[in-house]
T-cell receptor, first 113, second 115 residues
């Protein structure tokens, strides 16, 4: 699986958009970008995933650059409950590694009142 | 909304004892996983399971660990002889398919404390 790089921490004011970057410069053409988050020590929560097109769901938007070497997760109106560790994961596309998710250290997002 | 459940939420055991952690995956899911997270560290993959067989396992998943789907709803992780370093949060996950487009849904975790 391609390695990802994320800033260790970010701050955001409540009500503003939170933009969380992720670099994945070695991503392969058929690998997907997944985002999960973990609040306190709860189980990781799925947010969104994408291949090359931008994606949006009820939680967030995912912007993937044209060369696919980086992406940005956007929480459009952050709330205090969005304070969490956010993980950007590139999902393997070959052999037996489809299933495994490889978590990094992620970005600690702190939303301030 | 369907969710993965895990029991117990917290398990305390003595070193050398056997523990079994329980998971009920989402009902129509066919692929099951265990991950663990030692306090302050990354979430680590342990094992994936499909059709009553292990599909993939990590180096952490040694002979002390085993998984089982004893009936149509439960998925268990057994640690035969616990060590202090097994203390961690253990997360179960399930997915409908086995490909890079499918989503794994995680349970709330079991905190295992080995004394």
């Amino acid at each position: 699986d391609a390695k990802t790089t994320q800033p260790p921490s970010m701050d955001c004011a409540e009500g503003r958009a939170a933009n969380l970057p992720c670099n994945h410069s070695t991503i392969s053409g058929n690998e997907y970008v997944y985002w999960y988050r973990q609040i306190h020590s709860q189980g990781p929560q799925y947010i969104i995933h994408g291949l090359k097109n931008n994606e949006t769901n009820e939680m967030a938007s995912l912007i993937i650059t044209e060369d696919r070497k980086s992406s940005t997760l956007i929480l459009p109106h952050a709330t205090l409950r969005d304070t969490a560790v956010y993980y950007c994961i590139v999902r393997g596309a070959g052999g037996t590694s489809y299933g495994k998710l490889t978590f990094g250290q992620g970005t600690i997002l702190t939303v301030h009142p | 909304e369907p969710e993965v459940t895990q029991t117990p939420s917290h398990q305390v055991t003595q070193m050398g004892q056997e523990v079994i952690l329980h998971c009920v995956p989402i009902s129509n899911h066919l692929y099951f996983y265990w991950y663990r997270q030692i306090l302050g560290q990354k979430v680590e993959f342990l094992v994936s399971f499909y059709n009553n067989e292990i599909s993939e396992k990590s180096e952490i998943f040694d002979d002390q660990f085993s998984v089982e789907r004893p009936d149509g709803s439960n998925f268990t992780l057994k640690i035969r002889s616990t060590k202090l370093e097994d203390s961690a949060m253990y997360f179960c996950a399930s997915s409908e398919r086995w490909d890079s487009t499918d989503t794994q849904y995680f349970g709330p975790g079991t905190r295992l404390t080995v004394l």
